[in-house]
């Protein structure tokens, strides 16, 4: 069993700046991809970064890339999502998740579908105001 918190959302201006992190417990998450998505009202919950477990190979969707960034950091159990240049259309209810039960080296394309994951976080609010 895997709990994911995340934290660090809140209301910021456009082209301002957020941090993201999500916190896992239960079962040391060194092994596993893991991803960020989002949903924001009224829409479908969508991708919006992955990274891999190993060297830490990242993927992103078009419409966040050189913007957001996700990193790990193994040792404090603990996944990051580096908001930049924040816009409107980034408001939305943002989710961590991880997947447990795949091992060893995966096409990290993969990880753009939610099925991949089999723990998902609360979320956490991030409202971006024009």
């Known amino acids: 069993q895997v709990q994911l918190v995340e934290s660090g959302g809140g209301l910021v201006q456009a082209g301002g700046s957020l941090r993201l992190s999500c916190a896992a417990s239960?079962?040391?998450?060194?092994?596993?991809?893991m991803g960020w998505f989002r949903q924001a009202p009224g829409k479908e919950r969508e991708f919006v970064a992955a990274?891999?477990?190993?060297?830490?190979?990242?993927y992103y969707a078009d419409s966040v890339k050189g913007r957001l960034t996700i990193s790990r950091d193994n040792a404090k159990n603990t996944m990051y999502l580096q908001m930049n240049s924040l816009k409107p259309e980034d408001t939305a209810v943002y989710y961590c998740a991880v997947d447990t039960q795949t091992t060893g080296l995966v096409d990290i394309v993969e990880y753009k579908y939610e099925y991949k994951y089999n723990y998902w976080g609360q979320g956490t609010q991030v409202t971006v105001s024009s």
């Open positions: 239960g079962r040391a998450i060194s092994r596993y991809y």
């Open positions: 990274i891999s477990w190993s060297d830490s190979t990242t």
